[in-house]
């Protein structure tokens, strides 16, 4: 499955909480690209310059790199794509190595969020240097320049950061290249019928139900 939305819609939490429930891998482009760069790939260089500018990393860089994963997966095993694909051009890439080995996706989860509600969570995300969980930090929380200070993971003790592209700037501007280039992607998704929408404006567990919810009406009747 893909799941599928704009830059803090809540995928990776979503993804992160559906690969536990369902045993499924969880794969998600922006850390398979940290993973590149903490190894210092040429992969991972070439992706760091355009990711900490906040534009899109060239399609062949992330093709070449998200496919790579995909593809080492055994034929039976699921998979939950986050963050990828992010214009048609991927989503062909995508569609044709999974029909050369048989596959298919199942369904496109569109997690829906309003864009002022967007802005005022990516200035609170901070992620960890070691799991990459991300976590939300409230605005009085965060000292000066928006600092997070003793502020360490929840899941494994880790610390803290802002990633470059969730600072301001760089906000503003995924959100416009996701308007341009990612929003198009939904009708590729709804044209093979397999595309499903929920709000992503609630609780966490909520919207984990409404996309469980989601995948289940897929099933063949009698699952
Ligand atoms: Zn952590």
Redesign the pocket.
């Known amino acids: 499955m893909v799941l599928f939305g704009p830059p803090g819609a809540g995928k990776g939490t979503q993804a992160q909480l559906l690969a536990e429930q369902l045993k499924v891998s969880h794969i998600s482009s922006g850390d398979l690209f940290r993973q590149h760069l903490q190894q210092g790939t040429p992969l991972g260089l070439r992706a760091s310059e355009f990711m900490n500018r906040g534009v899109l990393v060239p399609d062949e860089v992330t093709i070449d790199i998200v496919l790579d994963k995909v593809l080492s997966l055994n034929a039976e095993d699921g998979f939950i794509l986050d963050g990828f694909p992010r214009n048609r051009n991927q989503a062909e890439v995508l569609e044709d190595a999974l029909m050369r080995r048989a596959r298919g996706l199942d369904k496109v989860v569109y997690i829906q969020v309003p864009e002022p509600e967007l802005v005022k969570r990516l200035a609170g995300r901070y992620s ?6 991300p976590h939300s930090i409230p605005k009085e929380s965060l000292g000066p320049e928006g600092s997070a200070p003793d502020l ?7 610390e803290l950061y802002q990633r470059p592209d969730d600072r301001p700037k760089a906000v503003q501007k995924r959100i416009q290249v996701y308007q341009d280039e990612t929003l198009p992607v939904l009708s590729y998704y709804q044209d093979r019928g397999i595309l499903a929408e929920v709000s992503g404006v609630d609780k966490i567990e909520c919207v984990n139900h409404r996309v469980l919810e989601a995948l289940r009406a897929s099933e063949p009747a009698g699952c």
């Open positions: 960890c240097r070691q799991c990459q969980a360490t993971c929840q899941r494994c003790g880790g």
